[in-house]
C-alpha cells in the first residue's frame, strides 16, 4: 500500500499552490502506530460515557434475545377454545357479504307464521347501523325472498320488532308487515310481551327471587377519571331511628325501572339467574344486579366497582374455573360470559 501523502502548500500574496510528495513512514511504524490506536481507550471513556455499540454486537445482542428459551403459555381450557371460536365466528359475521348473512339468518329461523318471523340474533350483529355496515335491517329484503323461494314473485316485507343491543345474542322476532309492528309495540308498552334474559352473575342474590323496582339516574363520577354511569336513585331511605323506611321525593330526571328475577342455579360464588324487565332503561339488568344485588354481571367491568373503571375481580375459585388470569380478565365481557355453559363451574 503506497502511504504517501501529497500537501497543499498556498502562497496567499501570489495565489499560487504548489504540492509536494511527503515520504512514508515504514512499515514497522505504521504497525506500532496501528497498535497503540488500537490500544487507546475509546473516545468518551475517561468520563464514564457507554462506548458506542457497533452494528456487529447489536446483531448479536439480539440474536441471543431471540435464543432465549421464552415462557409457554398454559393451554386453554375447553371453555376458553369455545369462546374463542364463537368469537371469531361473530366477528367474520360482522364483515361478510350481506348475502351470506342472510343464509346465516335464514338458517336460524325458530318460528314463523303468516305474521311474525322469529330468528336466533347472532351476537356482535347490529339490529340496524346508520353508517352503512351490514346490519340485519339491510339484509332483510334478501331474507324475505330466501324465505318465500327466490323464483316466487312476491311483496312480502320483513320488518324489525323490539329491537336487541349488538352484543346481545338471542331470540329476535321480525313482522310480516308495518300494522303488526305497531301491534307488537302496543303490546310491548303494556306488559304484554314477556322478555327473559339469562345471565351469569359473580355472587348469589338473596332472596333468590324477586322484584326489584328502584328508579335509575345518570350520574357523574368523580375522581382521577371522571365518567359517567347509570345509577339507582330510590325512593325510601332509612330514617334516623334506623328501624323503619320514610319515602323522599323522586328526582326529576330519574327513570322507573322494574326488573324481576329468579336463580336458576348457582355453583363456586355464581349464579345463572333469569331476567325479566318491566321497563327498558339504558343498562337497567345490569344496575339492579351490580347496585341493588350486589351480584354484577360477570364480565360487567363498568358497574363491578362505582368509584372507578377498572377490570372485574374475581373471587380464586372462579378465576379457577374459567381458566383466566386476573390480569386477563378484561377479555372477559357481560356478553361473552353467555358462551359458557353453567355447568361448568
Known sequence: MNCCRRIACRDFTSG???FSRVKPPTHSRCRSHAAAAAAKPATGSDTGEKPRLRAIDLARKVQQEKSKPQAEEPPLSGQQKRVMELKRFSLQLQHVHPNVLAKHLHRGV???????????????????????ATSIASVLPVLSKMMDGVKVKSETQLFPCLKLEKETTGVFMLARSEKIVEHILDL????Q??????????GVPVPSEGVIDIPIIEREVTGSRPHYKMALSPVFRMNDAGDGMTKVRAHRQA???MTKYRVLDSSSGCSLVELQPFTGVKHQMRVHMALALT?????DHKYSDWNKLAPQKLP??????????????????????????????
Open 255 to 257: 327513570q322507573p325501572a
Open 295 to 299: 351480584c354484577p354481571v360477570l364480565g
Open 316 to 345: 380464586e375459585r372462579v378465576l379457577d374455573k374459567l381458566g383466566l388470569e386476573q390480569r386477563k380478565i378484561r377479555q372477559l365481557s357481560p356478553e361473552s360470559s353467555s358462551f359458557f355453559n353453567f355447568h361448568d363451574f
Open 16 to 18: 499560487l499552490v504548489a
Open 188 to 191: 310491548n308498552r303494556n306488559n
Open 193 to 202: 310481551v314477556e322478555r327473559k334474559y339469562w345471565v351469569i352473575t359473580v
Open 110 to 132: 325458530l318460528y314463523q307464521d303468516k305474521d311474525v318471523v322469529v330468528i336466533n340474533k347472532p351476537y356482535g350483529v347490529p339490529v340496524r347501523d346508520d353508517s352503512g
